[in-house]
């Protein structure tokens, strides 16, 4: 017989193929156990329609009664769009549900344990597999609480900390294995965001391009950072066949000419800031109230050092490709910087992995 630990890593592979298909919901996943066989599976569908749990229940069908669900995330007890996963649980007659993590959302007014307790079912939580399905809902927990996209910024940089030569030459500092990476990032994240420097300089086509997937690609919404109105009508994104949906963040700066001479993109005129650029928190309350839940922040140096002075980044990738560039060549965080090291922004280690020749850091700020 199967242990615990293998019913929930099942679950949390449910999720998984969730990811990045539900949002602004989390991808959750789950599966019914009857004498230690697994009998039914599911993960979140797209907004609107079923939850993992119902999917799972749906799939076990009279083997659910006196069965133990695993779900990888407490199971809701409000009506949203769909209908409590509590009232389908105690309806189809599970003995006992395993749970992974909490859900933060402000609207539970009871928790799922209270609520299936009352009804008689066994609650417990697997915390060896808590860490796991917060990574899982990371992007969801912060927008639910905050209504604001979770913002992780991406670059790739030399050895010694560069990402261009001194003659701005940038293709390509990391190698194929880590941009196919990013790609997958893209594939699992509502929406990516660069500066007017960076479309400027790269025309870049801000699409998920993936060889071989395992399942349809999702390309991001697009947003441009683009304060006075200097993206071109002709850049490559704003082609007729390039698929997804871009918006040029502006502000009042931006000329009607300009305006009238942009097709095939959204003009969302925000505030400006006192520099004169787009006001940043602005522009995450409207993303958040669109349901974006996730934003991919891919540069360049000036924007991602904006992003960082507001202390809007909740998440930092960063590629270290084993190449040294030296001299006087750009490095991945503009802006004026600190003039002391006690100012230093912290940020703490979580993971390292090498990807190729690569080397991928993933970070957090540090609270302290
Ligand atoms: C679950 N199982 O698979 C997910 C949950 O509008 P609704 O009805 O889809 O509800 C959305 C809320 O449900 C969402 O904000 C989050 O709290 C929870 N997500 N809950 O029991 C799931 N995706
Ligand atoms: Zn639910």
């Known amino acids: 017989m199967l242990m615990d630990e293998n019913f929930m890593q099942a679950a949390l592979a ?14 959750v996943g789950a599966v019914v156990v009857q004498a230690g066989q697994l009998v039914g599976r599911g993960h979140t569908q797209p907004p609107g329609q079923a ?20 779900v990888t995330l407490e199971p809701c007890t409000i009506w949203g769009r769909t209908p409590p996963c509590t009232d389908a649980i105690i309806a189809a007659g599970i003995r006992e549900v395993v749970i992974a993590a909490r859900d933060p959302n402000p609207r539970f007014e ?15 939580f697997d915390q060896a597999a808590e860490a796991a399905a917060i990574a899982q809902t990371e992007a969801f927990r912060h927008w639910i609480v905050t209504k604001q996209p979770f913002v992780t910024v991406k670059y790739a940089m030399s050895l010694d900390g560069k990402i261009a030569t001194r003659t701005g030459d940038a293709r390509w500092i990391s190698g194929p294995a880590s941009r196919q990476k990013v790609h ?6 509502d929406a990516i965001l660069v500066g007017i420097n960076t479309v400027l300089a790269d025309d870049p086509l801000l699409t998920t391009r993936l060889a071989q997937h395992w399942r349809p690609v999702q ?3 697009r947003i441009v950072l683009d304060a006075r109105g200097r993206m071109p009508a002709s850049a490559a994104m704003l082609a007729d066949q390039v698929p997804g949906t871009t918006i040029i963040a502006t502000t009042a700066a931006a000329s009607a000419e300009w305006r009238a001479s942009i097709s095939n993109a959204e003009i969302l005129e925000l505030p400006s800031n006192s520099e004169g650029r787009v006001a940043l928190d602005a522009l995450l309350r409207e993303l958040g109230q669109r ?13 991602i050092a904006a992003f960082l002075a507001m202390q809007a980044v909740q998440k930092l990738q960063v590629v270290i490709a084993p190449k040294i560039i030296g001299g006087v060549a750009p490095s991945p965080v503009g802006g004026v910087g600190i003039a002391r090291m006690n100012e230093a922004q912290l940020w703490q280690w979580s993971a390292s992995e090498q990807v190729g020749a690569d080397m991928w850091l993933t970070a957090y700020p540090n609270p302290q």
């Open 14 to 27: 449910q999720a998984n193929l969730a990811l990045g298909r539900t949002s602004p919901n989390p991808a």
């Open 51 to 70: 939850h993992a749990e119902v999917m799972a229940l749906r799939e076990a069908g009279d083997l659910a009664r006196g069965a133990t669900l695993y």
């Open 291 to 303: 349901d974006i839940s996730s934003l991919l922040v891919e540069g360049g140096g000036e924007t």
């Open 184 to 189: 997958e990032l893209r594939d699992q994240t």
């Open 219 to 221: 390309h991001p919404l």
């Open 110 to 124: 009871h928790d799922a344990a209270s609520v299936l307790q009352a009804a008689g079912i066994l609650v417990r």
